[in-house]
């Protein structure tokens, strides 16, 4: 049985020019970045233009605006020690933040920050920008991970033109644009595994690198900011996957959206007795991904009976999933929290794969159904 | 996350389904830490239990407990599948994640209930 991956919010396969690379004899060879022989400077070298590359897909001005680190984790929680460290004030982010954020953001009442929370409304659109007004640091995400839905930064920074305005941008890149200078952030997050290159890559852009603070000190690599010898081979996959992810984009998102498009059809055609709630905001959303209620069921039953079909999908953040904890994204919402399946595309699905997996669908809610009310 | 057996328990169910009938007794239970609920139906005669089934609007743990528990009163006496525990289920379905007593609490409260109406008359 070939099996249907939906999950790439969760964690996206390797690209084909990434996997090709991380097995290359070049990749398997490189010396630390900080020698001065020749395998380091080919690793110096990679870093360097990878820096440039990723900087200019992702609209920075410069290629020192970009720190490599191990991932989207650490790069949400980096920026918001370096908007914080050594002051207090107000902390705001979105009632919708990845735990990446809103944790650390929540701990920063533990150092005397006043902390507090932007409502979502039913699409998790934020409607009031007035709590925001008077933040030192405000967190607002492109696209949530759970419901697809694009936030609007633009309004996040017309609120609150003094605050520190870090932007998780990890689901978005490589399925909507993402330009760091545009959007007035002061810093930007970046997720290796989301767009094809492996776990265990990030990057944080920062607008204004002088104002961060290292949470890890040691031998001063990343401009002293992020000591750690880098990943050369993980941060030149990096450079692989963003150049890829922001190449062609709308062409390849308007496709992406079409597939999904047909995919939430499909199902709903195929339940059209009780068909499944769509979440999130329709006019506004990646193009990826689809979050679809289905009354009366189990979302983990709904994954399993999925999974033992062949079609992998969430039931929500990945992260999360696991506690039996209703997700706060949709909670905060206040939309349906039970029965919520989480399907995100990725980039190469053809039309008769995603038919299939709508199929399947159909046949593991009707299944799970018929053990509900049995006739 | 779950066993072999359990899972098999989830993707092939045992007596899932509902029966009727003035002779039939009738047991629900929810798990009040999720909401999911079970529904057991059973028809007692010669005094064991002759024909059971089961519905559950819930995840594959109470699904698998549900028809586990089933499965076990399937032909045994009334007293004595009134000494059914929510280990027993627990040990058929082992290893049995801790995070989902409570779907083999429900599994089995539900098992009572129904025994217990029968024993009952009711």
Same mark, same amino acid.
């Given at each position: 049985?070939?099996?249907?991956?939906?999950?790439?919010?969760?964690?996206?396969?390797?690209?084909?020019?990434?996997?090709?690379?991380?097995?290359?004899?070049?990749?398997?060879?490189?010396?630390?970045?900080?020698?001065?022989?020749?395998? $380091? =400077? /080919?690793?110096?070298?990679? &870093? @360097?233009?990878?820096?440039?590359?990723?900087?200019? +897909?992702?609209? #920075? !001005?410069?290629?020192?605006?970009?720190?490599?680190?191990?991932?989207?984790?650490?790069?949400?929680?980096?920026?918001?020690?370096?908007?914080?460290?050594?002051?207090? $004030? =107000? /902390?705001?982010?979105?009632? &919708? @933040?990845?735990?990446?954020?809103?944790?650390?953001? +929540?701990?920063? #009442? !533990?150092?005397?920050?006043?902390?507090?929370?932007?409502?979502?409304?039913?699409?998790?659109?934020?409607?009031?920008?007035?709590?925001?007004?008077?933040?030192?640091?405000?967190?607002?995400?492109?696209?949530?991970? @759970?419901?697809?839905?694009?936030?609007?930064?633009? +309004?996040?920074?017309?609120?609150?033109?003094?605050?520190?305005?870090?932007?998780?941008?990890?689901?978005?890149?490589?399925?909507?644009?993402?330009?760091?200078?545009?959007?007035?952030?002061?810093?930007?997050?970046?997720?290796?595994?989301?767009?094809?290159?492996?776990?265990?890559?990030?990057?944080?852009?920062?607008?204004?690198?002088?104002?961060?603070?290292?949470?890890?000190?040691?031998?001063?690599?990343?401009?002293?900011?992020?000591?750690?010898?880098?990943?050369?081979?993980?941060?030149?996959?990096?450079?692989?996957?963003?150049?890829?992810?922001?190449?062609?984009?709308?062409?390849?998102?308007?496709?992406?959206?079409?597939?999904?498009?047909?995919?939430?059809?499909?199902?709903?055609?195929?339940?059209?007795?009780?068909?499944?709630?769509?979440?999130?905001?329709?006019?506004?959303?990646?193009?990826?991904?689809?979050?679809?209620?289905?009354?009366?069921?189990?979302?983990?039953?709904?994954?399993?009976?999925?999974?033992?079909?062949?079609?992998?999908?969430?039931?929500?953040?990945?992260?999360?999933?696991?506690?039996?904890?209703?997700?706060?994204?949709?909670?905060?919402?206040?939309?349906?929290?039970?029965?919520?399946?989480?399907?995100?595309?990725?980039?190469?699905?053809?039309?008769?794969?995603?038919?299939?997996?709508?199929?399947?669908?159909?046949?593991?809610?009707?299944?799970?159904?018929?053990?509900?009310?049995?006739? | 996350?779950?066993?072999?057996?359990?899972?098999?328990?989830?993707?092939?169910?045992?007596?899932?389904?509902?029966?009727?009938?003035?002779?039939?007794?009738?047991?629900?239970?929810?798990?009040?830490?999720?909401?999911?609920?079970?529904?057991?139906?059973?028809?007692?005669?010669?005094?064991?239990?002759?024909?059971?089934?089961?519905?559950?609007?819930?995840?594959?743990?109470?699904?698998?407990?549900?028809?586990?528990?089933?499965?076990?009163?399937?032909?045994?006496?009334?007293?004595?599948?009134?000494?059914?525990?929510?280990?027993?289920?627990?040990?058929?379905?082992?290893?049995?994640?801790?995070?989902?007593?409570?779907?083999?609490?429900?599994?089995?409260?539900?098992?009572?209930?129904?025994?217990?109406?029968?024993?009952?008359?009711?």
């Amino acid at each position: 049985m070939r099996r249907i991956y939906l999950d790439h919010n969760a964690s996206s396969p390797w690209r084909p020019a990434v996997a090709q690379w991380m097995r290359s004899e070049q990749a398997a060879n490189l010396g630390n970045p900080s020698s001065f022989h020749a395998e $380091g =400077r /080919a690793a110096r070298q990679l &870093i @360097e233009r990878a820096r440039t590359e990723i900087a200019a +897909a992702l609209g #920075a !001005d410069h290629p020192e605006q970009v720190l490599f680190v191990s991932g989207g984790t650490e790069a949400n929680n980096l920026a918001i020690h370096a908007a914080t460290q050594g002051s207090v $004030g =107000r /902390a705001v982010g979105t009632a &919708i @933040e990845h735990p990446a954020v809103g944790r650390p953001l +929540a701990a920063l #009442a !533990d150092s005397g920050w006043q902390v507090a929370t932007l409502p979502v409304d039913g699409v998790g659109q934020v409607a009031d920008w007035s709590a925001a007004v008077d933040a030192r640091l405000l967190c607002v995400m492109r696209a949530n991970n @759970e419901v697809g839905t694009i936030l609007d930064v633009a +309004a996040a920074r017309h609120a609150a033109p003094n605050a520190w305005l870090h932007c998780d941008a990890i689901q978005a890149i490589g399925k909507f644009p993402v330009d760091f200078k545009a959007l007035g952030v002061d810093s930007l997050a970046v997720a290796g595994h989301k767009i094809g290159a492996p776990v265990g890559i990030g990057a944080l852009l920062v607008r204004d690198r002088n104002r961060v603070q290292p949470v890890q000190r040691g031998g001063g690599q990343e401009f002293g900011l992020r000591s750690g010898t880098q990943a050369a081979a993980l941060i030149e996959a990096l450079r692989l996957a963003v150049v890829e992810g922001t190449t062609n984009l709308m062409k390849r998102s308007l496709h992406i959206e079409h597939l999904r498009d047909e995919l939430e059809a499909t199902i709903q055609a195929g339940l059209a007795d009780n068909p499944p709630t769509i979440i999130g905001d329709q006019q506004a959303r990646l193009a990826n991904t689809s979050c679809m209620a289905f009354t009366g069921l189990s979302a983990e039953a709904l994954v399993m009976e999925l999974d033992a079909r062949g079609v992998a999908v969430a039931t929500g953040s990945a992260c999360s999933s696991g506690s039996g904890r209703p997700s706060a994204v949709l909670v905060a919402m206040e939309a349906p929290v039970h029965g919520v399946l989480r399907l995100s595309l990725g980039p190469d699905h053809q039309p008769d794969e995603l038919a299939t997996a709508a199929a399947q669908v159909v046949a593991a809610v009707r299944r799970l159904r018929q053990i509900a009310a049995p006739v | 996350m779950y066993s072999p057996t359990a899972m098999d328990h989830f993707l092939q169910p045992r007596h899932c389904g509902v029966l009727s009938g003035a002779d039939i007794a009738i047991g629900t239970a929810t798990n009040a830490d999720c909401g999911d609920t079970a529904r057991l139906t059973l028809r007692v005669i010669d005094g064991c239990v002759a024909h059971i089934a089961f519905s559950s609007q819930g995840c594959a743990g109470a699904i698998a407990a549900c028809s586990a528990t089933c499965a076990w009163l399937h032909g045994r006496p009334v007293g004595a599948a009134l000494g059914l525990t929510r280990q027993t289920i627990e040990e058929l379905l082992a290893p049995w994640p801790a995070a989902k007593r409570g779907c083999t609490q429900m599994a089995v409260a539900a098992a009572i209930a129904a025994l217990s109406a029968a024993a009952s008359g009711r």
